[in-house]
């Protein structure tokens, strides 16, 4: 086999798993996936004191999910364990199998890759303690790497077992709790348009399962078929084809509300009735404002390149503690966790990509659970003459911003980049147009004054690959292409970093 510790990517596995992208060598092949059931059976079994393991495996709509899905029980039934085959599901309900009445697995695997391209693929772990953490992959990986295992005398059992409506169940339950309309408590959302874009992976359940059953008119939308071409656009709230895409949905069919979800369903963004986007700062406002509804003055921990007009919604204006930290899924939820320990109250762990996490939720990113709450409030509003977007009428946003990834071209991207960074600290700290964040977690945050860009820009490592990602805001028309060549200027001296996307930005 490849090395299998290089297809770690943080707390997850992914690979790719077919070929049709050149230059893109198979390296998550079914032996790769069989090795991999088995260390993790192994590694369950050491960890948790259970002799004999129930594992519960699901996937998306990808390609390769069904042969990499049987290779993982094959590994896992090999060594004695038991296990079910779930067949489409989302990452969450992964989770929630291993913690539901009835179900109590030791332990979850999801195929799926999120939003990565049709050719890729991957492994998300889950425990009753929740999502495995680096140091668990690694582990993993190593014992898979060794491929030394000794099949058990008697062979483990498969089944196929239906999840899905389980777990949707458990969402429309959460819905009705959450409303309590006691006229009409099976059905609380008649009288409601909701369109979902599923973007043809594992969501369009929420549809059938979870809206319709409370009486929402759901037509209108579109791409619930699974299809791992992915033919329509990138099952991604983030990428700006999808999001237009949810938006025309929404506004054609005169909906109250447009939902979008990544292929795994961990991720999510909306549409209001209006037309107008409710993902990056605005999701985290959203949820920032039912959070504090419920839970006044808690921290809400969210990613790096969050605007400063957020902090001061979130601390201004609801009353929260805005915490911003690194970016990462697993980075922002094992902040709110620490903060929690500390006696710091934290209630929502959320990033500008869509994975939000709540405390009441087993600090699970969920795109679906999110979604849940947003309905719930949507609900509540109705009855007071008001819609979701009310919530959101006093954040203010920037005039501009932008993202570039600015790639590393060398073999050692790492130490350079971090160098970079090292470099550009010491240099702003020597000009006083430069004011660098108090409290930043990685990379570099500065704020420049109005006559040099009147916003900031954020340089960091991109957390996995040979990028460094830039984030650029301003408060005023014309200050992001102001602060890019601010910015271009302290950069131009390093010959492997390529800034041709800010040079053709500036022209």
Known sequence: MNDLKKLQNGSDIRGVAMEGVAGEEVNLTSEAAKAIGSAFALWLSKKSGVKTLRISIGRDSRLSGEMLKDSLCEGIVELGHDVSDFGMASTPAMFMSTVLDGYKYDGAIMVTASHLPFNRNGFKFF???????????????????????????????????????????????KIRQGINDKENYEKPLSGFKIVVDAGNGAGGFFVDKVLQPLGADTTGSQF?????????????????????????????????????????????????KNGKEINRNRIIALMS?????????SYIV?????????????????????????????????????????????????????????????????GAYMMVKILIKMALLRKEGKTIDSLLSQLEEPAEAIEFRLKLNT???????????????????????????????EGIRVSLGENDGDGWFLLRMSLHDPLMPLNIESQKVGG???????????????????????ENYIK
Not at 243 to 250: D, E, G, L, Q, V
Not at 480 to 502: G, N, R
Request: aromatic fraction near 8%; charged fraction near 30%.
């Open 411 to 441: 073999s050692d991207f790492s130490a350079y980049g971090n160098n970079v960074i090292a470099e550009l600290t010491e240099k702003v700290g020597q000009n006083p147009i430069f004011k660098p964040a108090a409290n930043n977690y």
């Open 289 to 297: 404002a039912i959070v504090l509804e419920e839970h006044p003055g």
């Open 127 to 173: 425990t009753p303690s929740g999502g495995l953490e680096k140091q668990d992959i690694a582990e993993i990986l190593s014992i898979a790497q060794e491929n030394q295992f000794a099949p058990a005398e008697k062979k483990g059992k498969k089944d196929r077992r239906e999840f899905m409506t389980a777990y949707s169940k458990y969402l429309a339950d």
């Open 224 to 272: 619930l078929d699974p299809d791992g071409n992915f033919p329509n656009h990138i099952p991604n709230p983030e990428d700006k084809d999808a999001m237009a895409s949810i938006i025309r949905a929404t506004v054609e069919n005169g909906a109250d509300l447009g939902i979008i979800f990544d292929t795994d369903v961990d991720r999510s963004g909306a549409v209001d």
């Open 480 to 502: 992001a292409k102001q602060i890019a060549k601010i910015v271009h200027d302290l950069l131009k001296d390093y010959t492997a970093l390529d800034l041709s996307t800010i």
């Open 302 to 366: 969210t990613d790096s390149i969050t605007s400063d007009q957020l902090k001061v919604f979130i601390e201004d204006k609801l009353g929260g503690v805005h915490h911003r930290f690194k970016r990462g899924y697993r980075n922002v939820i094992n902040e709110a966790i620490r903060l929690g320990n500390e006696g710091k109250e934290c209630h929502l762990a959320i990033e500008t990509s869509g994975h939000g996490a709540l405390k009441e939720n087993y600090f699970l990113d969920d």
